[in-house]
């Protein structure tokens, strides 16, 4: 099963990116989400060839945002889809089963939709707001998981589901409460000063509870 800790890339250029990626696998973090936004090809390519020698040095996950054929090209792990991104059913006929394909869902139908179209985990949010990405969808708060996640138990559906969007270590509690297991995160690992006791930290409380 996949970690319950995603961390989701940040910088500008290419030399700022890898120290982040760096200093986030150096403390701990066993799954890295590669997220370039507004970069030429090459640069991107560059990137995730150095990322993925690095994730493969640190036996970290390593998944790519929005682009499909880079992902395939490079040979990683896995592709993060949005809602207006390669469509999940074209991205598994060309990854094939193997790759790890994740997907942004913002309500309940979203994550039904997502899930019969064969993706693999979910990205569910924004649960606040959040400088990282522009265009935010709808915040979920505390009370949008707890309403979405009594709707997946009453139908059954049974998809691992990270929480994203402004996370930080004093929210894991409270989206505990509501049955969010697992986070994916940017800005509070990038900036923090101390990057290794913070994972350790969101590990004990991921893991805390018997739910895998
Ligand atoms: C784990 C995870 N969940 C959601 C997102 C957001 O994806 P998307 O909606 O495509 O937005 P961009 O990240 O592409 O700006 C994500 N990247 N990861
Ligand atoms: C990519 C993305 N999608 C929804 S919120 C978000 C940003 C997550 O980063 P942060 O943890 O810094 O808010
Ligand atoms: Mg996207």
């Known amino acids: 099963m996949y970690p319950k800790l995603q961390y989701i890339s940040q910088g500008k250029t290419i030399e700022e990116q890898l120290y982040n990626i760096h200093q986030a696998l150096d403390a701990g973090c066993e799954w890295i989400q590669m997220r370039f936004k507004n970069q030429t090809e ?13 994730c493969e040095e640190y036996l970290a996950h390593f998944i790519i945002n929005d682009d499909v054929y880079l992902a395939q090209q490079i040979a990683a792990d896995g592709v993060h889809l949005g809602l207006t991104d390669m469509k999940i059913t074209e991205a598994r006929t060309f990854l094939g089963t193997t790759k790890i394909i994740g997907a942004t869902a913002n309500t309940f139908e979203d994550i039904v939709f997502q899930t019969q179209n064969g993706c693999d985990y979910i990205g569910l949010g ?4 959040t400088e990282t990405k522009e265009k935010l969808s709808p915040i979920l708060g505390i009370e949008g998981y707890a309403y979405i996640f009594n709707k997946l138990k009453a139908e059954d559906i049974q998809i691992p589901i990270y929480a994203i969007g402004g ?10 409460t509501t049955g969010v297991h697992r986070v994916a995160v940017s800005g509070m690992i990038t ?22």
Do not use: G, M, R
């Not at 930290?201 to 739910?211: P, T, V, W």
């Open 191 to 212: 900036k923090s000063s101390q990057k290794e006791k913070l994972i350790q930290q969101l590990n004990e409380k991921l893991y805390a509870n018997i739910i895998v």
């Open 42 to 54: 090459k640069n991107t390519f560059a990137l995730a060839e150095s990322v993925k020698f690095l």
């Open 167 to 176: 996370i930080t270590l004093e929210n894991i509690e409270s989206l505990i």
């Open 126 to 129: 924004p649960f606040q707001f």
